[in-house]
């Protein structure tokens, strides 16, 4: 279908049946106008202007909505130029200090009396200037910011009195760690070294963290990633279990307390590093371990710096140093290292062959060391890892298992630089480059799909790039301006093999995609983040005020062999959709603007960590063009602004209390409000170039099972792109979250920690197909298949078939809402044992409907009221009991054991009938989903997961060798972890399970 036959218009949102969310807002929504419709002017309405689009193609009435002027190149310059110019004069930062680790206390006399004027000296070998000092205030209290994790020494100097030297402290990444002093009368000449114990509760921030250290990582078994690694930490889900590496092939995203994948926030050296694709929640690249010094999975209660509400994983990067260091990791399995975990339970259920391995390997060489001593240091490290897994019940043509095979090489090279002693440029570079022979993107309409159906997917390019410079400009002021540089070409496509006739055929009934993948696609991602923080530090205060400003263009493009996908319901002829292929998107993120002010107030016991954030997010539409295809002619599209422009101000306050003044035992409480991570996505929604299809009835007359022209008949009509809007009076999604508990030095080295939270997700946005109103359904009585009762669906009127106008709004019945307890262990035992984890008990409601709309799709649209039906249940990765537990343990005989045990409640499951003519003669959707039970009613098993590890040191002059053995999935579990949720014949058939135990050697080396 030509996009001249079909116009955009404003639709008046108060005429929708659904209810939307009014709030007052001061952005304006652009309507965009197919190239058939003309646009007239009219007078200014809040900041906008009014216009009318009027329809030369269809007799649509005219209707009000509220525009911009389109904005030419030199707007978009003027303001990228002022907000530059703005935090050049502000010297402001976005990321917080690298590592974002604090030394802070009070130093009094022998009386219990304040001492100002005292001089504190940090030392630490991870610091390139080697020392940072700070002087106590008249409170006797000081504070010293921004190290790096690592052992230190505090000095404690003053006129009049010994030097106090506190030795052996062990600073992980963002912590403060509360060191006091009491100085006696003396010389400066006598020097008293007093060792203890360090401390293990940070009695200022409010923030709930876990930081997993070099040698955490280096020692648990894990896949060695931020998804696996951030999975043994206590209250994250995942959509998927990660058994030894098997599934690291693909980035598994991580949820906490309720929250949304798209709201985490990947971070390298307190820099974002997220793409501008979609929700803007991608990463895309895949790290390596081998730069990581610390990893911070920060989870609640996150300050002003931030901006969305998820898990910030922060990357602390290593860095040389002025003694050259090189270690090698390197493991490796087989097949033949895996145990058969398939049983007659599985081959019950529908399973014919378990997905396992085939081999498994991972090398990691990295080298750093000083070019000067203490001026300029380098660090590199090199990646390579693979994982070929078999693909459960899918074969070849010769009945062999199908294999999906991968591999990642990352190259990455850090350079630090002090130039004087009060100034350090970091500059880093990581070139990630990724093969997957056959990836295979399951859906609700298919869990296996053969061979020649897979991906190809291939990464030409992708790395990021950042360099900062830190400046000290005096003992309480210092000044941070960084840059960070995303990048990312990702290519999908057809298998070798597949010609331009083959057609993808889905079968949604038998869960299956054959023939050739749906489409050969092209994405690139370029996102800038200018940043830049200054920050005033005194005994009592912690004062920063920062800004950031990211900014990228975006592009994807979609090629279809005949731009068209065949349906079938258990191996007979359904449906067609029908695309409007070639497609070539080019978006915009004009401006993700955050200034924030924060302070950390210390008041006697009590710090409160309050702040507050402004936030500006636009993004805009390019010109853009494509060729005709086989349903829709040439296009091209003028650019469009706007879409949306969002502007917030966002509260964050925290509270930590020091209960009893030793240091032991801090009582938090924390409100914060977060904005919804946002990309490009929104804009796509009414992108009128966007991906977009039409579902079509087949009658299959001649039984060739192949779609002719004749064939096909009652289209719905193309849903997306030049037939969705924008509410002009549309929000920006937030959430509110709210935490509440205690944390206690339980014995040395031992805390424990109690804490509620509480989160409620507002203003969702979904769609609604305003053309179509509820009342243009009529209810039909059915069998439910699953119960036998009666079931009521609803027929769409026939005389509004192909009628299409979607809008993209706030709706209330979208809310969701979290809850849960949790209680957290962390010992270290004083023989370099380690043991952290705990139990979180809560629970996630609200409505499936709340992912965000599909462009060129009617999902989830709440005007059918089928989409009603069951729509409320728990959500996302929900899973109501967990138990993590993980930790190190060195043996007898230089042996040392560790492990790793995640035992949680299978994620929420829904079963969907797909009602079709042959259930309701007449049927005017084609097909017709319906949910027949609440999502959660049904689950997927309980799931116990335990990893170990044995290796042992072998000392060899200054060589250290220590060759591992590893054995994940000890208990052999084989729970599924995704299946088929279609009602049919193939309901509940598992589509993955657990992957076998299996044994991994290899061997790390340290000089």
């Known amino acids: 279908m030509s996009p001249d036959t079909n116009s955009m218009h404003w639709t008046d949102a108060r005429s929708s049946p659904m209810p939307i969310r009014r709030r007052r807002s001061s952005c304006t929504m652009p309507a965009i106008a197919s190239p058939g419709s003309s646009i007239r002017w009219r007078a200014p309405l809040r900041g906008g202007t009014i216009c009318s689009i009027v329809s030369r193609r269809r007799p649509h009435p005219r209707v009000a909505g509220v525009c911009r002027r389109p904005k030419d190149r030199r707007t978009y310059m003027r303001r990228l130029i002022t907000a530059v110019l703005v935090m050049s004069a502000l010297a402001l930062m976005g990321g917080r200090a690298s590592a974002q680790s604090a030394i802070a206390g009070v130093v009094k006399d022998a009386t219990g009396g304040a001492l100002p004027g005292v001089t504190v000296e940090a030392a630490s070998p991870a610091l390139i200037e080697k020392t940072r000092s700070a002087v106590t205030d008249g409170n006797g209290q000081y504070k010293i910011v921004d190290l790096r994790p690592g052992d230190y020494t505090v000095t404690f100097t003053l006129a009049g009195f010994s030097v106090i030297t506190r030795a052996g402290i062990q600073l992980p990444s963002a912590f403060t760690a509360t060191v006091n002093a009491d100085l006696k009368i003396g010389s400066l000449e006598e020097n008293i070294t007093v060792s203890g114990v360090s401390p293990v509760v940070d009695v200022q921030n409010s923030v709930q963290q876990t930081v997993v250290s070099r040698e955490v990582l280096d020692a648990v078994p894990t896949a060695r990633n931020v998804f696996a690694v951030g999975a043994i930490i206590a209250g994250t889900t995942a959509a998927r279990p990660d058994v030894g590496g098997t599934q690291g092939m693909q980035q598994n995203p991580l949820q906490v307390h309720g929250s949304q994948s798209r709201d985490t926030l990947y971070q390298v050296d307190g820099m974002s590093i997220n793409s501008n694709y979609s929700d803007g929640a991608q990463v895309g690249v895949y790290y390596n371990d081998g730069m990581v010094q610390d990893i911070s999975y920060q989870t609640n209660a996150l300050p002003a710096e931030v901006s969305q509400g998820g898990i910030r994983i922060n990357m602390i990067p290593r860095e040389g140093s002025n003694a050259y260091h090189a270690s090698l990791f390197a493991t490796g399995a087989s097949g033949r290292l895996q145990a058969n975990n398939f049983d007659a339970g599985l081959a019950a259920r529908g399973m014919t062959a378990p997905n396992h391995i085939d081999k498994i390997y991972d090398i990691n060489p990295s080298f750093g060391g000083p070019i000067a001593r203490d001026t300029l240091w380098f660090f590199g490290t090199y990646r390579r890892w693979g994982v070929h897994n078999f693909v459960a019940n899918t074969f070849n043509p010769d009945r062999t298992q199908a294999l999906d095979d991968n591999h990642i090489t990352s190259s990455v ?142 592009r994807e493009t979609y090629l279809m062999n005949g731009d068209q996908q065949w349906r079938y319901s258990n191996g007979v002829p359904n449906s067609v959709d029908r695309f409007n292929t070639p497609v070539d998107v080019r978006s915009n993120l004009h401006m993700d603007l955050g200034v924030y002010a924060q302070d950390q107030w210390t008041i006697r016991r009590a710090t409160i960590n309050g702040g507050v954030r402004v936030e500006r997010f636009i993004t805009s539409l390019e010109n853009q063009t494509a060729g005709a295809g086989s349903f829709v002619g040439a296009r091209d599209f003028a650019p469009v602004q706007d879409v949306p422009n969002w502007t917030n101000v966002v509260p964050r306050l925290g509270l930590a209390y020091n209960l ?50 004749g064939e096909v008949s009652a289209c719905t009509g193309f849903s997306g792109g030049v037939n969705q809007l924008i509410d002009p009076n549309i929000t920006r999604p937030y959430n509110w979250e709210f935490s509440a508990g205690v944390q206690q030095e339980v014995l040395p080295r031992f805390s424990l920690s109690a804490v509620y939270y509480r989160r409620n997700l507002r203003n969702l946005y979904g769609q ?116 993590k537990v993980a930790g190190t343990y060195p043996m007898p005989g230089g042996v040392r054991f560790s492990g790793a045990l995640q035992s949680n409640t299978g994620l929420p499951l829904q079963r969907v009938l797909t009602v079709t003519t042959a259930l309701v003669p007449g049927l005017t959707q084609v097909t017709q989903a319906v949910d027949l039970v609440e999502r959660g009613s049904v689950r997927l098993e309980h799931m116990n997961l335990l990893d170990l590890r044995f290796e042992r040191a072998l000392k060899l002059g200054r060589l250290e060798l220590s060759p591992v053995a590893d054995i994940y999935n000890v208990l052999n579990s084989n729970v599924s972890t995704s299946e088929v949720t279609a009602v049919g014949s193939s309901l509940g058939r598992p589509s993955a399970i657990l992957d076998g135990r299996f044994m991994r050697l290899g061997a790390k080396l340290n000089f």
């Open 660 to 709: 009893f003044g030793n240091g032991k035992t801090a009582l938090k409480a924390s409100a914060s409000q977060y904005m919804q991570n946002e990309g490009v996505g929104l804009s796509s929604l009414v992108n009128p170039m966007q991906l977009s299809r039409q579902r079509c009835a087949w009658v299959d007359a001649d039984g060739d099972l192949a779609a002719q022209p």
């Open 413 to 554: 090279l850090r350079l630090t630089w002090q130039p004087a002693s009060k100034h350090k440029l970091a500059a880093y570079y990581d070139k990630n480059v990724k093969f997957r022979g056959h990836r295979r993107d399951t859906s609700s309409d298919y869990q296996f799909i053969e061979p020649q159906a897979a991906f190809r997917q291939t990464t030409p390019l992708g790395y990021t790039a950042q360099a900062k410079w830190t400046s000290t400009l005096s003992d309480r002021l210092m000044l941070e301006t960084g840059l960070s540089v995303f990048f990312l070409h990702y290519k999908t496509g057809y298998e070798p093999g597949v010609t331009s006739s083959d057609i993808a055929k889905i079968d949604f009934i038998r869960s299956t995609l054959t023939n050739a993948v749906v489409y050969d696609y092209d994405s690139y991602a370029t996102r800038r983040t200018l940043s830049s923080a200054l920050t005033y530090v005194t005994g009592t205060h912690n004062v920063k005020v920062g800004v950031q400003f990211g900014t990228g263009p975006y």
């Open 768 to 883: 609604t197909n305003t053309s179509v109103p509820s009342s243009g359904y009529s209810p039909v009585t059915i069998t439910n298949p699953l119960t036998g009762s009666p079931l009521t669906v609803y027929n769409q009127s026939a005389s509004t078939r192909g009628l299409v106008t979607l809008l993209v709004s706030n709706y209330d019945e979208l809310d969701g809402q979290y809850d849960g307890l949790e209680l957290k262990v962390d010992k270290r035992f004083a023989n370099n044992a380690t043991v952290f984890g705990g139990v979180t008990i809560g629970h996630k409601l609200g409505s499936i409907r709340n992912a965000v709309p599909s462009p060129g799709t009617l999902a989830n649209d709440l005007n059918n009221p089928n989409v009603l039906v069951n729509s409320h249940g728990y959500v996302d990765n929900d899973s109501t009991y967990q138990l």
